[in-house]
Each structure stands twice: as structure tokens, then as C-alpha cells.
């Protein structure tokens, strides 16, 4: 069984920094891609970023360029979503999913196992 492990998130103000981490156990983590999605009360879930298991391809919704980073440690074991010049439009629950084969990196169908999700809040 594959279980994916967020931590991080939390309460900043706009114009903050806040780094969501993503680990997973009962699998080999050097061999799943990576990506986070989010949704925000109300709205649909919406791709935020992704990194493949090589860490080689990275993908980032228009919305982020710019004030996000994805990277991975296989050291660590560890994703790190680093989210800078943070919005309040940027609030929402932050999830992390991974999959084996990713065709299409912000499609959420592609991932296979999906942690609870970490509430990331931007007041402005």
C-alpha cells in the first residue's frame, strides 16, 4: 500500500513565502511522478505543478510561474513545492499525488495515489 504524506502549509500574508513538503512510503519514491493540485472552497481542483520521477521534467501552471518551484531530493525522499509571492487568491488545500506513467502532467487522472492535503492560507 502507497501512502503520500504532505506537511507544511499554514497561515502567511500576502506577499509571504510558505514551502509544502511530499513524501511517499510503501512504494519506491525515485519512481513516481509528482504533482501538486489544488482547490479552493467552492472552485474545482486545479493543477499547480509537477515534476517527473528524474526530476529532469517540471511543469508549473501559468498561475504559479514565476512565485513557484517544484524539486525533489532522492536523498530525502522529498518534494518540495516552494511558493513565494503568495497570493490570497493562492489559498486553498494543497495535495500532493504521484503516479507511475504521467502522459499528461496536469491531467489529475494520471495520478494514481493522492495524499490528504495541507490547507495553505494567504490573508491579505
Known amino acids: 500500500q502507497v501512502h503520500v504524506i504532505e506537511s507544511g502549509g499554514g497561515l502567511v500574508q500576502a506577499g509571504g513565502s510558505l514551502n509544502v513538503s511530499c513524501t511517499t512510503s510503501g512504494g519506491t519514491f525515485t519512481r513516481w511522478n509528482m504533482a501538486w493540485f489544488r482547490q479552493a472552497p467552492g472552485k474545482a481542483r486545479e493543477f499547480v505543478a509537477s515534476i517527473s520521477w528524474s526530476g529532469v521534467k517540471i511543469a508549473l501552471a501559468d498561475s504559479v510561474k514565476g512565485r513557484f518551484t517544484i524539486s525533489r531530493d532522492h536523498e530525502k525522499n522529498v518534494a518540495d513545492l516552494q511558493m513565494n509571492s503568495l497570493k490570497p487568491e493562492d489559498t486553498a488545500v494543497y495535495s500532493c499525488?504521484?503516479?507511475?506513467?504521467?502522459?499528461?502532467?496536469?491531467?489529475?487522472?494520471?495520478?494514481?495515489?493522492w495524499g490528504q492535503g495541507t490547507q495553505v492560507t494567504v490573508s491579505s
Open positions: 499525488a504521484v503516479g507511475r506513467i504521467v502522459l499528461v502532467e496536469s491531467s489529475a487522472n494520471e495520478y494514481t495515489y
